[in-house]
């Protein structure tokens, strides 16, 4: 079975500054898709970013970016310029071509001013 | 704003009773998904559904149904309802089954 793992419960980034965010899968398929999705005090899920599988590319969305690696199963969101308005849960989430979205157990993410 | 609209937003109910979750897709979206997020368990698969038909189950309890109706929104009931049930109930779509799922605003039942 697949599984979603991020080691990282709780972070804190001063205003402005970078930081990363850990998350690993585990899976024996080759074709899939990964996401991070921002989940803040409002408790909407919103997509942040998202990776295909068959993409050697990082996949970037302004601020936010992706260190993909497939052989070690590790998928790192970065987030560039850290704003008050990134303060909220990060889920890593991984999804097979057609089937459910598993999700990590999230990473809270705090800016501090 | 994702484009997927949930009701209600709050439920609140006793135990053994019976509620009724309401989701409508995306325009063109024809795949619903719904998932639970507790505390303990976090966010949880439940259940697939695509253009009427059940696609796949999750760890969904057999006190809970779902339907997909013609028009594509979707329905999630909950019976026999418990304290554990008490979670932000969530429902996304996409337009094939496959790829991003969009997420609605969740409707949370509280189970007093």
């Known amino acids: 079975a697949q599984t979603v793992t991020q080691s990282q419960p709780e972070m804190s980034v001063q205003e402005a500054e970078t930081v990363t965010l850990s998350c690993t899968y585990d899976t024996s398929e080759s074709d899939y898709y990964l996401f991070w999705y921002k989940q803040p005090p409002s408790r909407q899920m919103i997509l942040v970013i998202r990776q295909e599988a068959y993409k050697q590319q990082n996949a970037t969305e302004n601020r936010f970016s992706v260190n993909f690696q497939k052989a070690a199963k590790s998928f790192s969101l970065k987030i560039s310029d850290s704003q008050l308005g990134d303060a909220a849960m990060y889920f890593c989430?991984?999804?097979?071509?057609?089937?459910?979205?598993?999700f990590g157990k999230g990473t809270r993410l705090h800016i501090l001013p | 704003d994702s484009g997927v609209t949930q009701t209600p937003k709050h439920l609140i109910t006793a135990t053994g009773q019976r509620v009724t979750l309401r989701c409508s897709p995306r325009?063109?979206?024809?795949?619903v998904y719904w998932y639970q997020q507790s505390l303990d368990q976090g966010l949880q698969f439940l259940i697939h559904?695509?253009?009427?038909?059940?696609?796949a189950k999750g760890n969904i309890l057999e006190r809970f149904s779902a339907q997909q109706f013609p028009d594509l929104h979707s329905e999630l009931n909950l019976s026999s309802l418990e304290l554990g049930d008490s979670a932000l109930y969530f429902c996304?779509?996409?337009?094939?089954?496959?790829?991003?799922?969009?997420f609605g605003p969740g409707t949370r039942l509280l189970v007093l």
């Open positions: 559904y695509y253009n009427g038909e059940e696609r």
């Open positions: 996304a779509s996409n337009p094939s089954g496959v790829g991003t799922q969009y």
């Open positions: 325009s063109g979206d024809l795949s």
């Open positions: 989430a991984y999804s097979n071509r057609d089937d459910k979205i598993i």
